[in-house]
């Protein structure tokens, strides 16, 4: 649909951006942090740990007053579980709930609402240790720590987020979750933990609700419209494969309190049939566990094609954002319309548009983007310059189709592009930049760490100041 003119963004709309606590906090082991999985994990060579990472811990203060000048109305960050629980539950570490009250409180000082996530892939190593989510014992760290977040922090957080990109552990479970790949079938232990997540995430929500008058909780998994390679039926019948198991899975269970019944057969017919205990599904389908919002991270759409013969990889790769397809389910399919950032991922601003309308018509609930962003290798030039016109193009594109899904009837409520400042890729290192800010290290060289503002900083302090009049 064209429009002679676009409705503007709501005058409370949140402009921000994300983070998340293992990729800009550094402080590892400090002030009696415990281990996560993240901690133990192994590096790929050439790759930096996450050890010092944007070493936000010792500078949140500084991190938080450039946000304000950018105008951030809230800003995404993620609680490290290991530095409230060292070891994932029972024993509390003071210094953990001091760090997190200061820094939220640093940001209410700059009329900054806080926007939180409970989980953002630092499972406590503790917990791993025990079986991680394939243990039953997790559901309950997990509801424990949530009340121990809203105990501390619920006077002033309003806006809570469970666990990030779910479906992105679960899809990618060795390199993003926490699978162990010499299981005999891997994929059914992948589901089964997928379902004590998703319990979980229901007892998270039960608990918020009873506990905060008027906060606000909602899930934040990774949504992207699926595309058919054509209009062959065969192909279009394998996106919805893919849209089922991909997307609606999660949100179906969180929004509507039931298994999607095409990813149901798919258990059946690969035989990842989770094992469902007695009073499980009375948990996910309580009313009070259902989202106040949807928060979704979005970065490009996906394309399949009906996956004929035995020719398919399974389905998972060391990169969240491609598609490589499952035997007799679907197979990724390279988009020929869309363009590739130097890190592989397609970039698709007009699918933002279409994955915001599918959402939004198929839960109708509020929606913010947690999630959305250029990764590139930035050059730090003379004179503290970095000329990021290139991070400055995607983000407009993709903020111009929100203003055209509010447009189309979408209740967007916050724009949240990743990252604040420059932190540590999930996979690929320092070097993959994503922040307004640049954070002045190299992958092994600490360099002195300074904090520089690029030019999409500017740009985008001019778009927060023109509520997305001026982009
Ligand atoms: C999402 C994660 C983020 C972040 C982002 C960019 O999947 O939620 O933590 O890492 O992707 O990915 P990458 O760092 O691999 O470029």
Redo the contacts with the bound molecule.
Sequence with gaps: MYYESLKSFPDDFLWGAST?AY?IEGAWDEDGKGPSVIDMAQHQEGVTDFKVASDHYHRYKEDVALLAEMGFKTYRFSIAWTRIYPKGTVEINPKGIEFYNNLIDELIAHDIEPLVTMY??DLPYALQDKGGWSNRETIDAFANYAKTLYENFGDRVKYWLTI??QN?MILHGDAIGTLDSNLENPEKELYQQNHHMMLAQAKAMILCHQMLDGAKIGPAP?ISAVYPATSKPEDVLAANNFNAIRNWLYLDMVCFGRYNSVAWSYFEEKGYVPEIQEGDMEILADATARPDFIAF?YYSTATVEASRGNDDAKNSTGD?QIVIGEQGVYKGHTNQYLEKTE?GWEVDPVGFRVTLREIYSRYNLPLIVT?NGL?AFDKLEEGDVVNDDYRIEYLKKHIKQCQLAITDGVELFGYCP?SAIDLV????GSS?RYGFIYVNREEFDLKDLRRIKKKSFYWYKDVIASNGAII
């Design positions: 998340s990729q953002h892939f990030n990109e992105m990774n991270n969240q890190f999630e990764g990743w890729s999930t996979h690929q993959k």
